[in-house]
């Protein structure tokens, strides 16, 4: 800046490179920073931030003078700060003059004083100043939106009333196992199965008390299930599994049998103690079919086949619930 020269807002900024001054006047342009609802950071070449405005120190829990004596990799979770380091280096070297908000091509996450994390969208700006290249960041909190999508993404792969993987997601999560399979030269089972007479624990105790019945039974089919595993509601009272790596048909049915004696059988829904009928149809691939439509055509035969054996009548219905036992 030359002598008598109106100072420039770059030139006001480098001014407030001193946090230990605090009764260094407030310039218009760091003024109008302090009223923005995003965090701006400025750094040097090294990093080292060199001013944060009020929203930053609300943000990150730091005071200005704390920011002041670290680089920029304080607000960046340790597991993260070297390769935060390398694309900070990579910014101030490309020459780049900005990068806006929603732009990043990867998820970044920054770090409170306290050590919490949050979900940050960052918009990069470059300022040249007496001083050197500064690097201005612009930081968004974006939790609440992350958040959101997650919701909304869960609310699209999950069956609401139980919670479990709904079509969608079963075929998808079906297709990637086969895919596997066939490169591990594995076996997949898929297994479906359908709660017996569930119309007629509707029609005595309600709706409300069917949806429970369902909700309790997709509980208990979950717990005992590997991390591999998948169990999805694909329909009214119709369920069905996906077992990855299993090493035959017999070992996939003794799985089976074991999920349905340990899980089903005895619901307590309110007052009412009702014993539940379930039957399953398997088929395995590849033997039983190439691609996710002939697999499923087997396993409902196989379905549809138990079915049969337990015939059209439900158990008598008494006051205090439907008797029957598992099969």
Do not use: C
């Not at 003078?65 to 935060?84: D, K, S, W, Y």
């Not at 035959?248 to 004696?261: G, P, Q, W």
């Not at 009702?274 to 395995?284: C, D, H, P, Q, R």
């Amino acid at each position: 800046m030359s002598d008598g020269a109106p100072p420039s807002p770059t030139d006001e900024l480098e001014t407030r490179t001193s946090y230990g001054s605090p009764e260094m006047p407030w310039s218009p342009a760091s003024q109008i920073l302090e009223y923005l609802p995003d965090g701006v950071v400025v750094a040097n070449g090294e990093g080292r931030i060199l001013f944060a405005n009020r929203q930053a120190e609300q943000m990150t829990g730091y005071t200005r003078e704390e920011l002041g004596r670290h680089l920029i990799e304080l607000l960046v979770p340790q597991r993260l700060r070297a390769i935060h380091k390398e694309r900070r280096q990579a910014f101030y070297r490309s020459q780049r003059g900005a990068r806006a908000m929603g732009t990043a091509e990867y998820d970044f996450r920054a770090r409170r004083k306290d050590g919490s994390e949050f979900s940050a969208d960052i918009a990069l700006g470059s300022i040249d100043t007496p001083g050197g290249r500064q690097t201005v960041a612009v930081i968004r909190d974006i939790t609440k939106r992350v958040q959101l999508e997650s919701l909304l993404e869960h609310m699209a792969l999950h069956d609401p009333l139980t919670g479990l993987a709904n079509r969608t997601l079963f075929f998808d999560r079906l297709k990637q196992a086969m895919l596997a399979a066939g490169r591990d030269r594995k076996q997949v089972a898929l297994v479906m199965m359908d709660v017996d007479f569930f119309k007629a624990i509707n029609d005595a105790y309600g709706y409300l008390v069917g949806d429970q019945v369902l909700r309790k039974l997709a509980l208990r089919l979950t717990f005992p299930l590997r991390a591999s595993d998948t169990i999805a509601r694909i329909g009214g009272d119709e369920f069905a599994w996906i077992l990855p790596r299993v090493a035959s048909r017999d070992s996939a049915a003794r799985i089976v049998r074991k999920l349905l004696h340990t899980n089903v059988g005895n619901l307590v829904v309110g007052p009412q103690r009702i014993n539940v009928f379930v039957s399953t149809g398997m088929a395995l691939y590849p033997d039983d079919g190439q691609d996710t439509d002939s697999l499923m055509r087997k396993a409902d035969l196989a379905l549809y086949a138990a079915k049969r054996k337990v015939g059209a009548h439900p158990p008598s219905i008494a006051p205090s619930g439907i008797t029957a036992s598992n099969r």
